[in-house]
């Protein structure tokens, strides 16, 4: 078929034609946006998932809702490699000039202002070509308490204008634990004094034990809806609402065997889509044209999307992927992985670590560890071949 008209869209973060299955968690995230421009004190959240569940589709969505109701917004992807006061301050800037316009003058907003660039001067950060000069407010060089009176002075400021803020962050578990503390303390003082901004953010799994463990009110202060796969009713929404709009149809052998093919996750259900839709000479779509897309689809996924995680790995972790691999999408006991490599649990363990620390595993409990990216054990399995009984990897 026409490949003009696929109507798939299996691209990192991008929008799916059909967002099938997730419409409770975004009623939610609107009676919560609702809330804070009420007044109302507004619960954050934090959505967990693995890799590839639409964790970052949701928080773009959630983008518009809050902007549709007029709300100003400050998005950006956390990145371990800068601290938080270089990601969050450009957004900040932006989020105070476009709330500047709901009322030309004002002293609530230039002392955000001010405020801002007390911060980003204690913290050396700039925008582009502009250095935040001196200012008439304080900061200590505390990122903790100084967070805690930006975001305070920017409630404050929304709040004059019968306004909320909405800041939203992908990727939370990339943030350094002194950054992660900072902003779950900012986090509470905005819910104790019950100003007009809110938090919607996104990681994996792992993050709710991060959050906790760093600040044992965490657990309380947010909820931490999980993201899944999708029930499959939602799933087949997924796959063919999108086609029917187009004028073509699935056969249920051929659905049955993408859903059964991609484990229902969304990002692979573009995929397949994808692929099946370029395979089809015709409606409707049949299980011959599944299976070939099927072929395709894991071709493209190994050379791209599952590639680039392999090349993340050194020898050594990728040793213990690959004894991880041999357990499943379900994980193991760490003890498990550590005896197939021939190393004792207290010699694993760092390598553990450093596969936990790169988004590629977590630990869904404790003393166990699983992969954040469905479907790579499968992957290295292709990749690797069969594994030995034990391995040798150094330590």
Request: glycine share 6%; charged share 25%; aromatic share 6%.
């Amino acid at each position: 078929m026409n490949p003009v008209d696929n109507p798939y869209n299996p691209g990192a973060g991008a929008p799916p034609p059909e967002l099938a299955g997730r419409e409770p968690l975004i009623d939610r995230a609107l009676a919560t946006i609702k809330r804070a421009k009420a007044g109302r004190a507004p619960k954050s959240m934090i959505m967990l998932g693995l890799r590839g569940v639409g964790k970052t589709v949701l928080l773009n969505k959630f983008e518009q809702l809050a902007e549709a109701e007029g709300c100003q917004t400050a998005l950006f992807e956390a990145d371990a490699e800068r601290s938080l006061p270089e990601m969050v301050t450009p957004q900040l800037h932006r989020l105070l000039l476009r709330l500047n316009v709901v009322k030309r003058v004002g002293h609530d907003v230039q002392k955000a202002f001010g405020q801002l660039r007390a911060f980003a001067g204690a913290f050396k950060v700039s925008i582009g070509d502009v250095e935040f000069g001196l200012s008439n407010e304080i900061a200590t060089g505390d990122l903790a308490v100084d967070l805690t009176d930006l975001f305070v002075v920017i409630g404050e400021a929304a709040r004059a204008r019968n306004a909320a803020v909405a800041i939203l962050i992908d990727e939370v578990q990339s943030l350094s634990r002194p950054d992660l503390s900072a902003l779950i303390m900012a986090m509470h003082k905005i819910a104790q004094r019950q100003l007009p901004v809110l938090m919607f953010a996104a990681g994996l799994p792992q993050l709710a034990k991060l959050a906790g463990d760093t600040k044992s009110y965490a657990e309380r202060l947010f909820d931490y809806p999980p993201i899944g796969q999708l029930e499959e009713d939602d799933a087949r929404a997924a796959l063919t609402a999108p086609a029917e709009r187009e004028g073509v149809q699935f056969h249920d052998e051929a659905l049955a065997h993408i859903l059964k093919e991609t484990e229902r996750y969304p990002f692979f259900l573009q995929v397949w889509g994808s692929h099946a839709w370029e395979v089809a000479a015709h409606s409707p779509i049949t299980r011959k044209d599944a299976e070939e897309a099927t072929r395709r689809a894991v071709a493209a996924l190994d050379q791209g999307f599952f590639h680039v995680r392999f090349a993340r790995l050194t020898e050594r972790q990728l040793d213990y992927a690959r004894a991880l691999a041999e357990f499943g999408p379900a994980g193991a006991d760490s003890a498990a992985v550590a005896q197939r490599i021939g190393l004792t649990v207290k010699q694993a363990a760092p390598i553990r670590d450093e596969v936990i620390k790169k988004g590629m595993a977590y630990a869904p409990t404790r003393g166990e560890v699983a992969f954040t990216v469905p479907k790579f054990d499968d992957y290295l399995r292709r990749k690797m071949g069969d594994a030995p009984a034990k391995q040798r990897v150094r330590v």
